[in-house]
Nanobody, 115 residues
Framework: QVQLVESGGGLVQAGGSLRLSCAASGNIFTIHVMGWHRQAPGKQRELVAT???????NYADSVKGRFTISRDNAKNAVYLQMSTLKPEDTAVYYC?????????WGQGTQVTVSS
């Protein structure tokens, strides 16, 4: 079982930055894929970014060049640096891990970008 705890959400003006953090705990060996999804009101949850154990990253087109995902394998943590934020980035952001084909989700952290 893997538990995920997120932090770092909040309210920011358009053009600003935020950094989300997510720490995994439990009886963990190696987490191969970590990432972030988001869900805006009235919309489906969508992929934001993923990162593999070796550091290969993947981003949604809507955040390329503005968001950076990183991880600290020693801490079983994943981060999302968000820059040049736009009102359309407003959503609940969910950390997730794919651990031996099981997917675990965090509780979500609200990010609100004001115009």
């Amino acid at each position: 079982q893997v538990q995920l705890v997120e932090s770092g959400g909040g309210l920011v003006q358009a053009g600003g930055s935020l950094r989300l953090s997510c720490a995994a705990s439990g009886n963990i060996f190696t987490i191969h894929v970590m990432g972030w999804h988001r869900q805006a009101p009235g919309k489906q949850r969508e992929l934001v970014a993923t990162i593999t154990l070796s550091g290969t990253t993947n981003y949604a087109d809507s955040v390329k060049g503005r968001f950076t995902i990183s991880r600290d394998n020693a801490k079983n943590a994943v981060y999302l640096q968000m820059s040049t934020l736009k009102p359309e980035d407003t959503a609940v952001y969910y950390c997730y891990v794919n651990y031996y084909s099981e997917v675990y989700w965090g509780q979500g952290t609200q990010v609100t970008v004001s115009s």
